[in-house]
């Protein structure tokens, strides 16, 4: 549908509904999510993920494993992890399809580079970030194949829609064929070969310890599950105090920095409003931004000198910024 | 090609858009094509137009639907052989576009740019001085919109002191390309070989300073994140869309503050507004005024569906004064919030450079505002035209030091 509308969800407002949850393998699910209103989501690169902010107000990062090519929808696949810290079991037991959550990103940490050759590796639930990836490197036209690792067929997520491609996918279940022999499945280095990997941490360690000698850019992980978040985005109210202006202002749970300062008549310029361009990007002079924008890399969000307003909130009570 | 025009539901129009008294002043044309509706069929491109900001910007977000890689001028490279090898950021779709808009994002981004800031920011005084102390008369465009550029951006990006009088007008010729092959573009047909030629030269490897834009991005071939056939490529996108474009930005900030100077001194009074008064001008004025996409399907806009395959012109400079979107559009306002313009286009193909651009011309207005406090026009304006870019030739200004 072509509305002629300013469609486009603001990212600093997006909540998205659960429009579908299903089961994609014995403990894993699969939820398609959609804007409220049926806008447009913010474009993503296979590779991306999200965050999602639970009723809960815990805050959980899936890679996107859906279509880009259609802009209303997300999908993303939870395994239920009975060691977790509570984020799985709340998807898996309680969220219901209706279910508001709320999003941050996508954030590419993950992305697919250009290869003639691609050997892509998935350990159980690390298939999320391959499916769009392999569909984009069909498009480009290059040589691919999937090895997916996991313990049981029963357990592996996408089977179905893998076996579309044909023998390029090979799935290799430990029930079936024993362990696997990584060091051979891998092999030497190959100029024109790029190997991405995604999966448990025992996984990328050992597919890490192989290729510790390859030349740089050859090999690409996402650590994903193995990544410590920091504290949770709050779900209440903040003071952000603006140097500058010499006023402070309270930004509600639902409204982002961008509008609480602008209502405050301070002028900041934006144009994404979707934390993608770097337009607003302020800085901060004190206090804990929680970042939620698909620009900066892990060790910007750490150091925490900087923040882009329309889509970051704080994880303290107060932030000062430089305005 | 053409439809038969009883299949063609839109409105019609018989302007050319490309011709001497539009490129002249454009304003009353785009006025007449957002009061003819969403979208327009112009008969004598066989193409369609939007003027009016939610479907020019709604387009420009919708990459599923209004493609690049069939050229973003009227050419449709389906049919016809690019004149040159496409772009891959401009004139691409994902996924190829992914990479090397992924790498150029990293590159140009606003923290990494931060540290040309002070540099720039002493080149930009010592410009200044030096065309102050030659008297209070100069040419703005030629002394300061151009001058600023030609001195910090070739040098940012690396590239060697020789050749770089091939700049401006390899990129004059590159915008004019977009349009239709009229007579700007025959004027530009005879040096396109040799400019060319000499742009190539200028986005090889052991060229490069080790430290600017252009080493950097070889530096992300060598990490594989690009190939190494797409970097010269790359390089040649900044070259091609960073100095014609900021050039005209500055002239037309420069312009709207010489033609408004109650606003000149609220930037004096306030110089944080420098940044906003630069995306003000770019929406007054549009730089790039126009672009075409081409549709992937058959789509309908207002009533109108327009086939699978064809062009769609989006007049950027059009959305930018509708007033459907913008209170009092064709007024240069610094107190106006001009985000969400689409000067710099938006969505995936949103100008890349645009940081830089921002820092170029807050550099030189900051540089401008210490030392002068009131600017007017003191001779006959001329314009420059181009078939995508709203340009000036020369701005005689005169400015009173204080």
């Given at each position: 549908?072509?509305?002629?509308?300013?469609?486009?969800?603001?990212?600093?407002?997006?909540?998205?509904?659960?429009?579908?949850?299903t089961k994609a393998a014995d403990g894993v699910v699969a939820l398609t999510l959609d804007h409220p209103e049926g806008r447009r989501l913010p474009d993503w690169t296979p590779g991306s993920h999200i965050d999602i902010v639970l009723p809960s107000g815990i805050n959980r990062q899936y890679s996107l494993c859906g279509d880009r090519w259609d802009a209303h929808s997300y999908r993303i696949a939870v395994l239920h992890e009975a060691q977790g810290r509570g984020g799985s079991a709340y998807i898996h037991e309680q969220l219901t399809e209706g279910t508001t959550v709320a999003l941050g990103g996508p954030r590419n940490n993950f992305p697919l580079a250009p290869s003639e050759k691609y050997l892509f590796i998935?350990?159980?639930?690390?298939?999320?970030?391959?499916?769009?990836?392999?569909?984009?490197?069909?498009?480009?036209?290059?040589?691919?194949?999937?090895?997916?690792?996991?313990r049981s067929r029963n357990t592996m997520a996408f089977l179905d829609e893998l076996a579309a491609y044909g023998d390029r996918v090979v799935v290799m279940?430990?029930?079936?064929?024993?362990?696997?022999?990584?060091?051979?499945?891998?092999?030497?280095?190959?100029?024109?070969?790029?190997?991405?990997?995604?999966?448990?941490?025992?996984?990328?360690?050992?597919?890490?310890?192989?290729?510790?000698?390859?030349?740089?850019?050859?090999?690409?992980?996402?650590?994903?599950a193995a990544k410590a978040h920091g504290a949770p985005a709050r779900a209440t109210a903040f003071e952000v105090e603006l140097a500058r202006a010499g006023l402070s202002v309270t930004v509600r749970p639902d409204q982002s920095i961008l509008d609480a300062v602008q209502n405050a008549g301070v002028s900041v310029l934006t144009s994404c409003r979707e934390g993608t361009c770097g337009t607003c990007e302020v800085t901060v002079l004190d206090g804990d931004p929680d970042h939620r924008d698909s620009i900066l890399g892990d060790a910007d969000r750490a150091a925490g000198h900087c923040m882009f307003p329309c889509v970051s909130r704080s994880c303290s009570d107060r932030l000062v910024l430089d305005l | 090609m053409t439809a038969p025009l009883s299949t063609i539901d839109a409105p019609l129009s018989d302007a050319d858009p490309f011709s001497y008294d539009i490129l002249e002043d454009p304003l009353p044309f785009q006025a007449e094509l957002r009061a003819a509706g969403p979208v327009v069929y112009l008969r004598k491109y066989d193409v369609y137009a939007m003027g009016r900001y939610d479907e020019v910007h709604a387009a420009l977000t919708d990459w599923q639907t209004f493609q690049s890689a069939a050229g973003v001028g009227l050419s449709n490279f389906r049919y016809e052989k690019p004149w040159r090898p496409p772009s891959l950021l401009?004139?691409?779709?994902?996924?190829?576009?992914?990479?090397?808009?992924?790498?150029?994002?990293?590159?140009?981004?606003?923290?990494?740019?931060?540290?040309?800031?002070?540099?720039?920011?002493?080149?930009?005084?010592?410009?200044?001085?030096?065309l102050l102390a030659k008297g209070t008369e100069f040419d703005a465009v030629t002394d300061l919109a151009a001058a600023f550029?030609?001195?910090?951006?070739?040098?940012?990006?690396?590239?060697?002191?020789?050749?770089?009088?091939?700049?401006?007008?390899?990129?004059?010729?590159?915008?004019?390309?977009?349009?239709p092959p009229n007579e700007l573009v025959a004027k530009g047909a005879p040096r396109v070989a040799e400019l060319s030629a000499s742009i190539a030269t200028k986005c090889a490897r052991d060229v490069l300073t080790p430290d600017g834009f252009g080493a950097q991005i070889w530096a992300a071939a060598d990490r594989g994140d690009i190939t190494e056939a797409q970097a010269p490529l790359i390089i040649r996108s900044l070259l091609t869309a960073g100095v014609d474009t900021t050039v005209n930005g500055l002239a037309a900030v420069l312009y709207a503050f010489a033609t408004n100077p109650d606003q000149w001194a609220r930037l004096r009074e306030d110089p944080a507004l420098s940044r906003t008064a630069f995306d003000e001008a770019v929406r007054f004025e549009s730089p790039v005024?126009?672009?075409?996409?081409?549709?992937?399907?058959?789509?309908?806009?207002?009533?109108?569906?327009?086939?699978?395959?064809?062009?769609?012109?989006?007049?950027?400079?059009?959305?930018?004064?509708?007033?459907r979107r913008w209170e009092n559009p064709d007024a240069f306002d610094l107190s106006r919030?001009?985000?969400?313009?689409?000067?710099?286009?938006?969505?995936?193909?949103?100008?890349?450079g645009q940081h830089v651009a921002r820092l170029e011309a807050a550099t030189i207005l900051n540089a401008l505002s210490k030392r002068i406090a009131s600017i007017e026009i003191s001779g006959p304006t001329r314009r420059h035209h181009n078939n995508t870019l709203r340009a000036w030739e020369s701005l005689p200004v005169r400015v009173k030091l204080g």
């Open positions: 549908m072509f509305t002629g509308k300013n469609n486009v969800a603001d990212a600093s407002q997006v909540k998205l509904v659960v429009t579908a949850k998935a350990g159980g639930i690390g298939i999320t970030p391959m499916l769009p990836m392999i569909q984009q490197a069909d498009l480009l036209g290059a040589e691919w194949k999937l090895l997916y690792l996991g279940a430990k029930d079936e064929s024993g362990p696997c022999r990584l060091q051979e499945l891998i092999g030497d280095p190959q100029a024109d070969t790029k190997v991405y990997v995604c999966g448990p941490q025992r996984l990328l360690t050992a597919v890490e310890r192989h290729c510790a000698d390859w030349p740089v850019g050859l090999l690409r992980v996402e650590h994903f | 401009l004139e691409a779709d994902p996924p190829h576009h992914d990479a090397p808009r992924a790498v150029l994002t990293k590159i140009l981004g606003p923290r990494e740019i931060r540290g040309l800031a002070d540099a720039w920011a002493a080149d930009a005084e010592e410009l200044v001085e030096d550029p030609l001195r910090v951006f070739p040098d940012a990006v690396g590239i060697p002191k020789d050749g770089r009088e091939h700049l401006l007008p390899y990129g004059d010729h590159v915008f004019n390309a977009f349009g005024q126009t672009f075409f996409r081409t549709t992937a399907r058959d789509i309908e806009i207002g009533g109108t569906v327009i086939p699978e395959g064809r062009k769609i012109l989006m007049f950027l400079g059009s959305a930018n004064r509708d007033p919030d001009p985000s969400g313009h689409v000067g710099f286009g938006f969505g995936i193909h949103q100008c890349v």
